[in-house]
Structure formats: C-alpha cells, structure tokens
C-alpha cells in the first residue's frame, strides 16, 4: 500500500472535506480518479478511516451542538450508512440507538424510549441481539451492528467503533429470524437490452447461482419461484433511485425490499474482476459462465455488494452454478398460485403439494422439497431415476423409518457449517457438525444393503463420515459444550496441559479465598467479615458498620458502603491478580484451541457441503417414498410420447381435506392428434376445475420425481404447464380484470409448444358472454390449427355453446361431470364422462342457492328461447358462421352471467 502522506494530500485536493455527505457510503473513495490508480481497497480503507477521525475532531456542525466526543463518533459512523439503516451502537454490554432511529426501533421490538442529554435512545441487551435483529427485519428495516473494536478497559480515549455488518432482508443469517425450510436468498438482476441474467446468494448457506433468461416474463417468474427476501438493483450514474425497470421487476415478482447499489457494481470488467478473485481463478470456464455476461454481472454485483457494502464475510461460498433452466419445467407464477403447488404467506400450508408432500426430517430436506416442486425435469432418465430412488426405498420398508430418523439427527448442517465458515460458529455448532457427521456411518449401514441405481449410488458416495474431523471435534470439545465463546468451559481436560495448569491455578485461588477467609475471621474475631469479589474492584473485604471498631491497623480502605465498609490488604491484591490472570489466560487459551479447531472444520468446507447436499436428497426421497406408501401413490411410467394417460387419478391435496366428501377418482386421456383439446361442461360445481388441476397436478409431481395418485398412469414429457383461471374465478389474487386475463391468455397462445399442457378455467368469463364465447373459440381454434402451438387443452367451460367445437374441429372432445337429475334437484356425481353435458344446469345450481320460485320459472322461459336458434339452417352451430349477421342485443345474456356466478 502507498503510503499515507503520499495519498492523503491528493485526497484532499480532490475531494470536499467539509461535505461529510461526500463521505457518506464510501463514495470518496470511488472518486474516479482513485479508481482507476493502483491502489487496492484495504490501502484506501485505512486512509478513509484516517481521514473520518480527522473530520471528527473538526466536525463544526458537532462542536457547535457541543455534542460529546462519543456522539461525534456516533454521529460520524451514522453519516456513513445509508439513511434507512438502523445504527446499533455497542455501549457496554448494550447495543443502543440514538435519535431517529431509537423513535423507529422502540415500538418495533417493544423497549423503552429513554431520554438521554435530551436526545431520544432505546437499548437492546447485547447478548440477546439476534432475536431483535428478526423483530426489526420482520418490519423490513435494515441493521447496521456497530462493535467496539478494541477492548474498552484498554482504550485511550474514545473506543474504537466500526461498523462490522449491516444486515438486510435479503441476507440475515441469524438462526432466530430465518424460516428453517424456506430459503432467504438476495437477488441481483442484469440486462443486456436481448436477455437477462439473474444470480441469488443465499448467505446462511454459501450457495450462489445464476440463470439466463429470455423474456422478462420468465425472468419475473423466477425470481417469484426462488422468493428472495431483498433484490438489488443498479442506480443509474450519479442518482440514488434503483433502475426504474429492474424495479418494476422486482415489484412484479413480489419483492418487497428493493436495495439501490452502485451501477459500476454491475459492469462486467468489475464484476469478473470481483469474481476471478474471490473464486482464487483465472476464468469463469469452470463454472460454465465465462462468455455469460449478464450472469457475470448480476453474480459479481451481488457478491461485491456483500461483502463491500454490507461488510460480511463470503468465504464460505466456494462455488457458483449455472442453473439450467432449460432442463426444468416451466411453471409461471399464475401456476404456481392456480395449482396451489407451494404455501403463500399467510394461507394453510397444508392445503398445498408441499404441504401434502412433505414429510422431510431436517430444514435442508424441506428446502429442497420446495426446490423440487417448483422445478420438475425435462430428463427421461434424470426423472427415471428418481421414481427407481422412490421405488427402491419404499420396498425396503425394513429400511424407510430407521433412515428417516437417522437424517433427523443430522439437522441443518447446511446452514451449520455456513455460520461456523463465516467465523460466527459458536461451540455449539462446531459440536453439531460432529453429531450430524455421527450419524452417516449409520445411515450407510442402512442404506448400502438396499441402495440400487444411479441416484442412491451417487448419495452413497458422498455420504462421507469424515471420521478423522469428528474425532477431532470429540476429543477437543466437552459433551455439550456452551452456546458461546468467551466464558470458558468448552474444551475439555488433558487437550492442552498449559490450560490445564491454568484452570487449577484459578480453582486453587477460590481455595485459598476461601481458607483466606476463615484465617481473618479467626485473627480478628468478626464473624460477619465476607472475602467478597465484583468486576469493579475485584476481591475485598466487607466489614459490616458495626464490627468497624475491630479491624486490624493492615486492612486499607478501598470503598464505603451503605452498612460498612470494604478494604484490602497486600496479601489479597497479589493472589487476587493471581487468581484473574490465571482465569483470563485460561479462557484466552480456551479461545485459541476453539479457533484452530473451528480452522479445522473449515478446511472441510466443500466434504461437509457435499454431505449436506446427499443428506438433503436423501431426506427429500425417504419423504416422497413415506408419502406414496401413506397415501396410496403408484409409479407413473414415463416415455417419450405425446400422451397423457391416467386411470383412477385423484387430486393429491383435496383427497386430504379434512371432513371432505369422500374423493371419485377419475380417468384421463390426452394426445397431440386425437384428443387433443378437452372441452369439459357440467353445472357449476360439479368438479371441473378440480379436475382439470388435477390433471395437472400429476403431470408435475411425475417429473418432479414424485409417485402420484392413480392407480395407472402414462406421460410423455411435458415442457410447460400454463393454467388461466377466468377472471372471476381469480379474484383472490386481487388482479380481476378481463384485461391482465387477456394477457394471459395471449402469453400462452405466443409460447406453448406441442409439449405443454394448457389448463383454461372458465376463460372469456371477465366480458359479456358473448364476447366471452367469441373469445373462447377464437382461442380453441388456434390452438388446435396452429402446428407450432398445437398443446394438449383442459378447458372447462360454462359455456353449453363450446360443446359444439368438436363439430367442426377433430382433434377436440367433449367430457362432461356426471349429474342426477332428481325431481327436485341435482344430485353431483362427480365422474368424468365423454361426450358433453346435456344442459347447463345453472338454473339448476340457481335453486340450490335458494333462488325464489318466481325468477326461476322467468329464467326457464327465458333460457328455451335463447335455445331455440342455436344451430344455423344448414345445421352448424349459427354461432361460428364466419360472417354471422349482427344479432340484436338479448337481455337475458346478463341475467345468466349472474345466476352462474351465484
Ligand atoms: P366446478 O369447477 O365444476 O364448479 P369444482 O371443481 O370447483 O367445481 O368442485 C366443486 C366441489 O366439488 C369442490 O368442493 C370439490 O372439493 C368437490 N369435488 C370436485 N371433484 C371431486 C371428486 N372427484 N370427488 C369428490 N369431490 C369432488
Ligand atoms: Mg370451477
């Protein structure tokens, strides 16, 4: 590093030193000048830090408020961060926080507001900070920590005070505040004007992706599938404001915390720079990233972001992915929410597939269920695989349950091994590692017997005991260890004989205090005298008032009390510093065989994450194999076809509703030529839109891996499912109008391909009918002619009208669900049989709301006539004759939309 009299002169001349707003987030520093020279950013940080201490002292603004000297510290370190970061401020054994901030706080994690010289503070016990981090991430603040940097009792002056991490949405790690099964990750996004590139770092794990993307539509529906907690986004050069369309993104997607950074984070030669160096490598070829630009860019955004702005550690991500997603099924967000695949903030989580499927015994598992589901294989043989895993493990029963509890004893070592490499791994956790790692030997012995083809092989593999770190743990820390550093007792007796030593010394002090004790009672005959010790004055000798007339001409007083007083004698101050040092060497020494051991388990980063990983699989296999035997699934069989082809299907999370009817399983059969669109009527609430999600529904869990609830089925790979859902059936999402159905619906019709497979619910409902009927056809008939689109369709429709497609259109059939007709009523059968409904039965469904006698009729008389004309002279359906005259407006149009929608 150059040296400081030679950079700080040219610092000065450039930048404005009474601003402290230039100051502020380190912009200073980024002057381009100082960019583009040689110095690397340690050298400028000591300058910056020099400069900072320099402006405190002459700070006008603070002396002329005659702020103290720590306030001014305060106030320095505060202008630094942005300006809706929370400042914890270590005072002693407290973090407080000052101002603003103490009035923001205060009512969020439930504390006093204090006054303090007339400014407002609130405290927070330091010892117990990670459960408040949560309260206030939970309220979408930001928290900067600011820790004393050298040991107070030593500081001349003021303690130094830096700030050693600043914690957001998107990367708190701390235990307390995370959702064991869900991942936090922050996300950064780049465009090149052709595609995008997204990376995600989950921090309390040390996994680091990136995806390239097409469209901004598929990138929007990543970024809602991997929910991350925070993204970033460029400003553009010399404002604060995110990028407006990066934004705009984000807030699609439901990102609630948007995180504005540098632009120059995000060009390419910085962010390759970035990541060559953190990665220890010469080009990105490893990774498989090194021409991807806008990957490049995002990943290297986000980790300089980290670990720069926010000042955190990333040594424990070793390795970055490039997610395919082109080997994954593609499910939007509107699918994702119609097929109910994963649980939404604030709903059931039981009423998903998740919640269905899950069964997982550690938080890794979980994770990676939901990883799962949200992205089924396009791979014959990759999906191949995981039904063989399924199958094999749910016929070693013998093997099932042992093995499940044996992976419950390995808990998050995922996220176990990602603190302890982050060098915040209290003893605790060090001693979990060597729990987890306990357990492989076991899980071997069970699974190795039963393990057959390529997946179980290739956990088996990297189940590695790693028996040589456990030993290590075992034989350096006691049985169960405290929870934190600092207060001794974690390292057994007879690992080191200095320690040993160290502690006899301590224990042989109390002793001596003791035997101390005794001697002066006896030699000055005060029975009530107590060798006593604090923090302030270290040991003592308390005389209470009364006995103050029988104390010897050697005691010299140190400190008067409210009922007598305390003194010393040489004798006591040389054992006392005896006794502390001994103690506070023991617990220094207890500290450095602790870190080296910690170094330890750190040099087996990549082994422990490898486990991890196969121990994640592992549970999510046992799982899905524990749910199919539970619930009654089978095998799919999977080929390279076009069909889909299922007998006795049920619908995987309304078969499990409690107090539910009991589930009529249906059959369904689909292919590009044949039967190509289903067009399915029946009365409103017969169970259309069940079915058709259901037949979706296994498809998906079929490529996720998963058995599924038939009794038969056969598929061939599906690409993509696309689900619409009629606007007035989707008025939970809060996005009802005809127009955002439209462009749903135009999205599917622009990207199906013969592999996808199309769920249309009730489309056209948000118009009047007969544009909704127009609509609906126009639809039908394009994807039925168009050879590039051509999916397979579910479309279930109250309009009796649709039935006549399959006049005119051979690949489309029509089904229907079953009802009685009972005198008075009708009675759901809820079977799926061909061939269309004979009516709509809304006037039907009409009586069973309740409706008065007196409408229905009206409605009878009504709906014979609108029947009357259906079909043209020639004996086509008149509605599609291409050049149909004008029809007069027929009010009872309106009416029926309303009793449908009863
Ligand atoms: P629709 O879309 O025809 O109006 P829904 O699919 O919404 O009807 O189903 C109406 C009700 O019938 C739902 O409460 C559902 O739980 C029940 N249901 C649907 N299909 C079945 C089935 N196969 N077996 C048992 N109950 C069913
Ligand atoms: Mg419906």
Known sequence: PPALEAVVPLLMGRSKLNGCGRYARGEMIWNPCVKNSEMDLSAIRVIYCALQSFHESHDPRAMAEKLTPMMRQYRRIKSEIAEDVILMFRLGDFYEMFFEDAARAAPILNVALTKRAGYPMCGIPYHAVDSYLGKLIRAGRKIAICDQMEDPALAKGIVRREVTRIITPGTITEEAALSDDRNNYIAAIASSGKEFGLAALELSTGELFVENHPTRDSLRDAIHRIAPGEGIAPTSEGESEPDREAAAIYKDAGVACVTPVDYWFFEEAFARSTLLSHFGVTSLDGFGCEDNSTAIRAAGAIMQHVRENLRRDLSHVTSMRLAQTSGYMTLDDATCEHLDLMPQRGRDPSTTLYGVLNATRTPMGARLMHNWIARPLLDLDAINSRHEAVETLTKARGALSPLRSLLGDIRDL??????????????????????????????????????????????????????????????????????????????????????????????????????????????????????????????????????????????????????????????????????????????????????????????????????????????????????????????????????????????????????????????????????????????????????????????????????????????????????????????????????????????????????????????????????????????????????????????????????DLALTLGGVVNCSVLVREQHDGIVFLRRIVDGPADKSYGIAVAKLAGMPDPVLRRAREILANLEADELSDSGTPSLVEPRAKPRPVRHGDDLQMKLFEM
């Open 414 to 803: 995922e996220r176990t091994i990602a603190r302890i490499s982050l060098s915040r791994g209290s003893p605790r956790d060090v001693n979990a590692i060597s729990t987890a790692l306990k357990t492989i030997p076991a899980i071997r012995d069970r699974l190795e017997p039963v393990a057959s083809g390529a997946l179980l092989g290739s956990i088996l593999r990297e189940l590695r005991p790693l028996p040589h770190l456990v030993d290590a743990i075992d034989r350096t820390l006691v049985e169960s260890p405290p929870a934190t550093m600092n207060e001794g007792g974690m390292i057994r007796p007879g690992v080191s004989h200095e320690l040993d030593e160290l502690r006899d010394a301590a224990a042989n002090g109390r002793a001596w205090i003791a035997k101390y004790q005794a001697e002066e009672i006896a030699r000055t005959g005060i029975k009530t005298l107590k060798v006593k010790f604090n923090k302030v004055f270290g040991y003592f000798i308390e005389i209470s008032t009364g006995q103050l007339g029988n104390v010897p001409a050697d005691y010299a007083r140190k400190q008067t009390i409210a009922n007598g007083e305390r003194f010393t004698t040489p004798e006591l101050k040389e054992r006392e510093e005896k006794i502390l040092g001994a103690a506070d060497r023991a617990i220094i020494m207890e500290n450095d065989i602790f870190d080296s051991l910690r170094a330890e388990v750190v040099r087996e980063t990549a082994g422990i994450q490898a486990v991890a990983s196969a121990a994640a699989q592992l549970d999510v296999l046992c799982s899905l194999a524990d749910r199919a035997l539970a619930l009654g699934y089978e095998r799919p069989k999977m080929d390279e076809g076009d069909a889909i082809h299922i007998i006795g299907g049920r619908h995987p999370i309304i078969e499990q509703l409690p107090d539910s009817e009991r589930f009529v399983p249906n059959d369904a059969d689909l292919n590009c030529t044949t039967r190509q669109i289903m067009v399915i009527t029946g009365p409103n609430m017969a169970g259309k839109s069940t079915y058709i999600r259901q037949v979706a529904l296994l498809v998906v869990m079929a490529q996720m891996g998963s058995f599924i609830p038939a009794k038969e089925a056969s598929f061939g790979i599906v690409d993509r499912v696309f689900t619409r859902v009629g606007a007035s059936d989707d008025l939970a999402r809060g996005r009802s109008t005809f127009m955002v159905e439209m462009q749903e619906t135009a999205n599917i019709l622009n990207n199906a391909t013969p592999r996808s497979l199309i769920v249309l619910d009730e489309i056209g409902r948000g118009t009047s009918t007969f544009d909704g009927i127009s609509i609906a056809w126009a639809v039908a008939e394009h994807l039925h002619n168009t050879p590039s689109v051509k999916a397979k369709t579910l479309f279930a429709t109250h309009y009796h009208e649709l039935t």
